[in-house]
């Protein structure tokens, strides 16, 4: 058979891992390829005025998905520009124009009086967006799945996500409540939920990552304030020791103001770099909790690589004034599929096709509210 | 001519992962015949529905069993090509048309389409029947909840002010006005033919001839039908910012802020003026109010022209002076209120056992 694989088993064991050129996720795009398509894209989005972004998702997935080599075989997106487009719709038919009227009928009802009526009508619509939002979450890695094909076998989910809607408002909730304490909790164990109702093939995902391996890092958030407050001060004020050595009086004022924009930085600076270092780890323990039949899951990205990546992307994006957002997609893709790692054994005989039911439709929840899937 | 041929090929039957890899063979018309040492398959061309093109490889669905998936070499001979579904690069309307024309086309369409919203509440606000605006109007704010002052003297007096400044005669076409129990120096025009002059602006008054000013020029804007065009453009505003804020509006607060274009802003001012000459009433008390708001807003007559030509509004000192310029010398105007009513007007909402408050949180 093909590529020196016996006929009904696959191994990919610890080998694979030795060798990066072997990696069980390998990506071949170019950018010179990718520019071919994300270009036009762009150009027919802004003379479309934005509807033609349907269609372009749909180009740019195709082209990355089949670029995308999973083992001995590549994979193939098999979503529409047209079902994303009837996703779109759908969702602006269901729920924004529901929303519009209740806005409307809230807004009404407190010019008539009625401000308790006319705010919790208004409160119900903030918290209906709420529970759609963790839904939306869910139906688009669902419908991901479920347009992602390899060796024509895909993926896909049973559930339709209301339950997890429901799950996402109290733990996200919950989350919060302890001054935050609990979102590392919230986000694990939604992320264990969410793919423990994917599957692919006959076989569904499993996911049991904890929050406490990545608790520690949640902390940095906590302590961040104090050291950086500190470390401001002492800016500073050897800031305002070096402007009264060059300029006496004068000097300590702009020395001040200097330490004082430098305290700022660093205190922005500081929580996000805080903030990248955090969801790598999160993102490296929870692919690495998530198992697929007797497939497990790596995905290798430090924090100085999630760094690089998106300072990457913001010189790409400001030296090509903006025309560079077109490649993001790619870069993402590129970064995800670099670092995903995978080891084990699929016994292609036992590879049968999903039975999960598909939705028609595209990511439509998920594009109104404007989240990524994974 | 003998046509057919087989060419290599690997296809997945879509019930499971096993690639089956052999050769296609096609007897030269509508007839291809899959065959692998694993598999056989027996289909139609008309069958195959293009899927996806890889480097050096074009992939093929079956309309009939969409989960199968034939891999051929790109390289494939003309007459199997010509037979096969043509691959779709931009999606089929773009295809067809080629990518420069679409691209030509939709630009047109869109720029047209833009023009279209952009100008179409400036055309389209008067031509709305004003029965409909009456009904929007109800419908967005109502009876006010019962935040709208009166007392009889005060409503007399309101009504005497309001005869002056808009001529109409039938009670149907009849402008609203109400003083609003809000301690803002403001005044609207709402849709529906209501006008509301806000308590603090009432109170503020030093001549009954400043309150027909402010009140004439908010007649102007329903007169002149400028409410349902600012509306219609608050609306397309909601549309294209939809998400930052949905509702049609922020409520009455939304209203007040709802911008006219300056042009507006002058008719409104000029259809006051008209009024006032008409009923012989001074528009120096006008001037005078307009000239209080530059000193409080400090821009006065000779404040900075950028600003005034930035704000949406004329600038205060600009219409003072417009104002000013609009009095006659002689003969001298008659009070357009006596001492009493203008004393009523500006107690009216003090005197109102029954008015609600203005908050609204």
């Not at chain 2, 690997?10 to 096993?18: C, H, I, K, Q, V």
């Amino acid at each position: 058979m093909a590529a020196g694989f016996s006929r009904d088993t696959n191994l990919l064991d610890g080998s694979h891992h030795a060798d990066s050129a072997d990696s069980a996720f390998t990506f071949e795009g170019n950018w010179q390829d990718f520019a071919r398509i994300a270009l036009p894209n762009l150009l027919l989005t802004i003379v479309t005025l934005g509807i033609y972004r349907f269609w372009a998702t749909a180009r740019e997935r195709r082209y990355l998905w089949s670029r995308t080599r999973f083992v001995d075989e590549h994979l193939e997106w098999a979503g529409t520009g047209m079902e994303l487009f009837a996703g779109f719709v759908i969702v602006l038919v269901l729920f924004g124009v529901p929303y519009f009227g209740v806005s409307f009928v809230s807004q009404a009802l407190i010019a008539r009086g009625y401000e308790a009526l006319g705010s919790a009508l208004g409160v119900g619509a903030l918290l209906s967006i709420f529970y759609l939002g963790g839904v939306a979450r869910f139906r688009a890695l669902r419908y991901r799945l479920s347009r992602t094909r390899w060796r024509g076998i895909r993926g896909g989910s049973d559930s339709k996500g209301f339950a997890f809607g429901l799950s996402y408002m109290w733990k996200t909730a919950v989350g919060w409540l302890p001054l935050g304490l609990l979102l590392p909790w919230s986000m694990t164990s939604l992320w264990n939920e969410r793919w423990s109702k994917m599957s692919f093939g006959p076989f569904a995902f499993r996911s049991d990552g904890e929050a406490g391996g990545v608790f520690a890092r949640f902390l940095l958030f906590y302590l961040a304030p104090f050291v950086l407050f500190v470390g401001g001060v002492i800016m500073a004020g050897m800031g305002m020791l070096a402007g009264y050595g060059i300029g006496g009086e004068n000097g300590v004022a702009l020395g001040g103001l200097v330490g004082l924009i430098g305290l700022v930085l660093f205190f922005y600076l500081g929580l996000g770099l805080i903030a990248v270092a955090f969801y790598a780890k999160f993102y490296r323990e929870m692919v690495g909790a998530t198992r697929w039949r007797d497939l497990r899951f790596s995905f290798e990205a430090s924090t100085l690589d999630w760094v690089k990546l998106l300072l990457g992307d913001a010189l790409l994006v400001v030296f090509t004034l903006g025309i560079g957002l077109a490649f993001l997609s790619y870069r993402h893709w590129k970064f995800f599929m670099t670092h995903l790692e995978a080891s084990g054994e699929i016994l292609l005989d036992e590879l049968t096709q999903s039975r999960t039911r598909t939705a028609g439709h595209g990511e439509g929840l998920l594009d109104a509210f404007d989240m990524g899937a994974i | 001519m003998d046509t057919s041929f087989q060419l290599a090929a690997e296809w997945y039957d879509g019930r499971s992962a096993l690639r089956h890899a052999g050769e296609l063979h096609w007897d030269g018309h509508a007839g291809l015949v899959l065959h692998a040492p694993t598999a056989r398959a027996e289909f139609a061309v008309d069958d195959l529905q293009f899927a996806d093109t890889r480097p050096g490889q074009m992939i093929y669905r079956r309309k009939s069993q969409p989960d199968f998936r034939l891999i051929l070499p790109a390289d494939m001979p003309p007459g199997l090509a010509a037979r096969l579904p043509r691959p779709s690069t931009y999606g089929r309307w773009i295809d067809r048309l080629g990518l420069g024309r679409a691209a030509a086309i939709f630009a047109v369409a869109s720029a047209a389409a833009v023009a279209l919203f952009l100008t179409a509440p400036a055309w389209l606000g008067p031509r709305i029947p004003a029965g409909w605006e009456r009904q929007i109007g109800d419908a967005l704010i109502g009876d006010f909840g019962g935040r709208i002052c009166h007392t009889p003297a005060g409503d007399a007096a309101l009504a005497k002010l309001l005869a002056k400044v808009d001529p109409a005669d039938n009670a149907q076409d009849k402008v609203r006005a109400g003083i609003a129990n809000m301690d803002m120096v403001n005044a609207v025009a709402l849709p529906g033919g209501q006008v509301l002059l806000f308590d603090g602006l009432v109170r503020q008054a030093e001549s009954p001839e400043e309150l027909a000013g402010v009140l004439g020029h908010e007649v102007g804007h329903v007169r002149e039908r400028h409410v349902m065009t600012a509306l219609l453009r608050q609306f397309g505003m909601s549309i294209l910012l939809a998400g930052a804020d949905s509702g049609v509006t922020n409520g009455v607060f939304g209203l007040a802020a709802m911008g006219y274009s300056r042009d507006a802003e002058r008719e409104a001012d000029e259809y006051a003026r008209a009024r006032m000459a008409e009923s012989a009433i001074s528009p120096l008390g006008a001037a005078d109010f307009f000239a209080r708001m530059a000193d409080e807003r400090s821009d006065s007559e000779d404040g900075p022209a950028v600003l005034g030509w930035l704000a949406s509004h004329p600038s205060a000192g600009e219409r003072a002076q417009a104002y000013r310029a609009a009095a006659r010398t002689a003969p001298a105007y008659p009070p357009v209120l006596s001492d009493a009513e203008f004393a009523a007007l500006k107690s009216m909402c003090a005197d109102d056992p029954d008015v609600a408050e203005f908050d609204f949180f």
